[in-house]
């Protein structure tokens, strides 16, 4: 089953410095948090702040094409969590022929935000994701494993300052 979600916020995982994306369910409190580069970061927080660059950065030169060959966007589906990475499809309308196109998350929610498709994950990968340790083992058993899933349960958008660049 697919949930829809937001991109709530953007923040830093203050023990690797990466940035991290939290995908927050449209319907309930559930959130995926999933750890991005800088660039695709960079790229979704110019979107959330509507900062527009004087030259077209890789996503806006993408939704450029997809314009000019009218092709639509439908959705972006965060379809699997295998081995600590997320995968994505992105859904294509091309002259009433839906085309799937496998993506990175990060770089398929970039692009939904700039086409304001709207973004989709596969109730497993919710449920895997609470799962994952963050030292990159499969099933959280410690006290601190623990600790993190229920931090992670309780997400909430305010939560998170604005992602700053």
């Known amino acids: 089953m697919l949930r829809q979600v937001t991109v709530s916020g953007l923040t830093i995982d203050p023990f690797t410095n990466s940035p991290i994306m939290i995908l927050k369910d449209v319907d309930s409190d559930k959130a995926v948090p999933i750890w991005i580069g800088l660039l695709e970061a960079t790229a979704i927080a110019s979107e959330l702040e509507n900062i527009k660059f004087s ?23 965060v379809c699997d969590l295998k081995d600590n990475t997320y995968y994505a499809l992105i859904f294509l309308n091309n002259k009433d022929k839906e085309i799937s196109i496998d993506a990175r998350p990060s770089d398929a929610i970039a692009l939904a935000l700039r086409t304001k498709a709207p973004i989709f994950v596969e109730e497993l990968v919710i ?39």
């Open 127 to 165: 449920q895997k994701s609470r799962r994952v340790d963050l030292r990159g083992q499969e099933v959280v058993t410690t006290e601190e494993g623990k600790k993190w899933t229920e931090i992670l349960e309780s997400l909430d958008p305010d939560d998170f300052g604005k992602y700053k660049m």
């Open 55 to 77: 030259r077209p950065m890789t996503h806006d030169l993408l939704k450029t094409v997809i314009d000019v060959m009218e092709v639509e966007v439908k959705r972006i589906e």
